[in-house]
């Protein structure tokens, strides 16, 4: 089976270029960009391409599939060269399905969480040895690569994104993968470079749901109230399974989260609403999959969570420091409560970079009205030359600052005053939350970290 990429450097499309080798395909692939940690990771199994971007020579008859990345444009040279010679061309969700077609799919969807979900659902099938495929979008303890397809694992579990699926197919991602059990973990709206109105993004959610099979199973948040009247107003229960959720019984002690929902008080290595949400996803899922709910508490209690989802990077007496991906509002605030709620008795420095479309778009910046509202000390990054970057109407320190409507919260479009200002600090008694989808213009974060807590 000889198979090519087009746009190979992206996080999901490069592991799943090295999967299929690993499986005995004959892999090739190209780029114009190819960034860390892809690069390393491409290199490794030699995979990388020669020379950086489109080569149309490389196109020829005898390729039995063409992956294709969001990355490309439609105008791809390579694309319009497959196109000529009549190859099967696929996004990587369509290709994804083609390889589980005869497996039990698993989707995870949602504006948050679903990364977590996913990952939690993975870690407790590998605890109890139950064989599973899985694509998920980002690095798991005990997992080799975040994209496994054999051909032997009777179920595989998906992280379900709804941005487009490839410049040739404007459906969500998630819609390309035809589940059979579906989860979605709530609807806030996002991608609005795609979405400009919120009708239209949760659209895609309403689609989702409409898509499940008769007999199949849709497990959604009862606490998202979008998307309980969403599930209602459709009303498929005659030919679907549909099970809300809420999050699993717990306490906080010194510290400490402790699941209280099972036979034995559990304590968990992940904290905070928003995980005990998504844990008790995961568990509605993993009894589908026959594991018992106190199987997975037991299991659970041993997840350390995903990367950069509430990653706990250094801790001393004094200060933790977390990083996390939370960029859109409906993240950021429930990332900031959870390490609020968590250590009440010490302050919360939360310092988030506005980095992605949506959050440098001045016209949706009014959605991270108080998400910072928990904070004792709310810091806000962004890169003007992101903004420009990216095509989008300027935005000012001011127009950030009305967005936010707290008064304490602080602008920063320098990243050395921003780590100026966190070095000024007192870090007695004191947690420094990062949030980003970027790197904060590669400020030297291991650096001001072992800094902060020395």
Not at 51 to 67: F, L, R
Not at 224 to 232: Q, R
Not at 307 to 331: C, G, N, Y
Request: hydrophobic residues 40%.
């Amino acid at each position: 089976m000889r198979v090519h990429f087009i746009a190979i450097g992206g996080s999901i499309m490069h592991n799943l270029a090295i999967t299929l080798q690993q499986k005995g395909y004959n892999v090739s692939g190209s780029d114009d960009h190819i960034y860390e940690p892809a690069y390393s990771n491409l290199k490794e199994f030699d995979l990388l391409p020669a020379e950086m971007g489109w080569h149309p020579e490389k196109i020829t008859n005898d390729i039995n599939a063409v992956i294709l990345g969001m990355h490309a444009q439609k105008d791809n040279p390579e694309l319009v060269k497959a196109k000529q010679l009549g190859l099967n061309i696929y996004s990587f969700p369509e290709y994804i399905y083609s390889q589980t077609k005869n497996k039990q799919r698993v989707v995870v969807a949602g504006s948050h969480g679903k990364t977590s979900v996913t990952s939690m659902i993975i870690h407790v099938l590998n605890y109890w040895n139950i064989e599973c495929d899985y694509l998920v979008g980002a690095a798991l303890k005990g997992v080799e690569r975040p994209v496994k397809i054999t051909d032997s694992a009777p179920v595989v579990i998906l992280e379900g994104d709804e941005y487009l699926s490839s410049p040739l197919d404007a459906k969500p991602k998630f819609l390309n993968y035809h589940h059979h059990i579906g989860v979605v973990t709530g609807i806030a709206w996002d991608h609005v470079n795609v979405y400009p109105k919120y009708e239209e993004y949760e659209k895609q959610f309403e689609l989702f749901v409409e898509n499940s099979p008769k007999a199949g199973v849709i497990i959604y948040s009862a606490e998202d109230k979008a998307l309980k009247k969403l599930v209602k107003r459709l009303d498929i229960s005659g030919d679907v399974d549909v099970i809300p959720y809420d999050k699993l019984k717990s306490k906080v002690k010194d510290g400490k989260t402790i699941i209280t929902a099972g036979h034995v008080n559990t304590e968990t290595k992940v904290f905070g609403d928003h995980n005990l949400q998504n844990m008790s996803a995961a568990m509605e899922v993993c009894k589908r999959l026959n594991v018992s709910k106190d199987e997975f508490i037991e299991a659970i209690a041993s997840f350390e969570g995903a990367a950069l989802r509430m990653q706990l990077i250094k801790e001393t007496p004094d200060t933790k420091v977390f990083r996390d991906f939370a960029h859109s509002p409906s993240k950021v605030q429930a990332t900031v409560h959870a390490v609020a709620k968590q250590y009440p008795k010490e302050k919360l420095v939360a310092c988030l970079e506005l980095h992605t479309f949506s959050s440098l778009t001045s016209s949706f910046l009014s959605e991270y009205e108080k998400t910072l509202k928990e904070a004792d000390i709310p810091l806000v990054y962004f890169n003007p030359k992101v903004v420009e970057n990216k095509g989008l109407n300027s935005i000012t320190k001011e127009d950030v600052f009305n967005a936010f409507k707290q008064k304490n919260v602080e602008i920063f479009t320098d990243e050395k005053a921003l780590q100026k200002r966190l070095l000024e600090i007192d870090w007695n008694k004191k947690n420094l939350l990062l949030m980003s989808s970027g790197q904060f213009n590669k400020m030297p974060i291991d650096e001001l970290v072992e800094e902060i807590t020395k």
